[in-house]
């Protein structure tokens, strides 16, 4: 059955400090996708990265980076000098199979950035 | 840019109403979705709809919800006859396809069960 744990329930951190919220995924299929989410307090679901489970080469975009292991079942997710803006809700997500859409979402993890 | 667009934004209802929620996917896209967020909690998968037909549903999406595609380019949830457990955040998305692009979501709309 596939699970995704987002430990980490809340997170505030101070402007311009880095921070990594942190996913765990299980999944028995050898096809999946992983996925973060952000959802601001205005409620949308805004993309921030959809990745394969052949992928596992580390992405950067911007003040955001992603670091993807297999051998952990990991799919971290870094923001690197914080700003207030960043201050949202944050789903980690998978869905298996080939190009299945029907994501599983984690709990979220609330990150809360102190100006 | 192309978005995803739900309507309405809120809505209140009485236990045991029937609630039409609307969604305009991106007008491209083959794959529909319809997920569910009880107020603070995690985002639950409900319903996916390709072909004008489910393709898959979970546990949650019983005989008191149905999804529609009336015409070229709405899709709809609907519940029957609602319970108060049934109050949250019910997103739309869609895709263009399963193995390309981003899944958007709409904005959601907010269903309030008295």
């Known amino acids: 059955a596939q699970k995704v744990t987002q430990a980490q329930t809340e997170i505030s951190v101070v402007e311009k400090e880095d921070v990594t919220l942190d996913c765990v995924y299980e999944?028995?299929?050898?096809?999946?996708?992983l996925f973060w989410y952000k959802q601001p307090p205005s409620g949308e679901l805004v993309f921030l990265i959809r990745?394969?489970?052949?992928?596992?080469q580390n992405e950067i975009s911007g003040r955001y980076s992603w670091n993807f292991q297999k051998s952990t079942s990991s799919f971290n997710f870094t923001i690197t000098a914080s700003q207030v803006v960043d201050s949202a809700v944050y789903f980690c997500?998978?869905?298996?199979?080939?190009?299945?859409?029907?994501?599983?979402f984690g709990t979220g993890t609330r990150l809360t950035v102190i100006p | 840019e192309p978005e995803v667009t739900q309507t309405p934004s809120h809505q209140v209802t009485q236990m045991g109403q029937e609630v039409i929620l609307r969604c305009v996917p991106i007008?491209?896209?083959?794959?529909f979705y319809w997920y569910r967020q009880i107020l603070g909690q995690k985002v639950e998968f409900l319903v996916s709809?390709?072909?004008?037909?489910?393709?898959?549903k979970s546990e949650i999406f019983d005989d008191q919800f149905s999804v529609e595609r009336p015409d070229g380019s709405n899709f709809t949830l609907k519940i029957r006859s609602t319970k108060l457990e049934d109050s949250a955040m019910y997103f739309c998305?869609?895709?263009?396809?399963?193995?390309?692009?981003?899944?958007?979501f709409g904005e959601g709309s907010r269903l309030t069960v008295l």
């Open positions: 997500a998978l869905s298996e199979g080939t190009g299945a859409n029907n994501l599983f």
């Open positions: 999944t028995r299929d050898t096809t999946y996708y």
């Open positions: 990745r394969n489970s052949f992928d596992e």
């Open positions: 007008s491209n896209h083959l794959y």
């Open positions: 709809f390709y072909n004008n037909e489910i393709s898959e």
């Open positions: 998305a869609s895709i263009v396809g399963t193995n390309t692009g981003e899944l958007f």
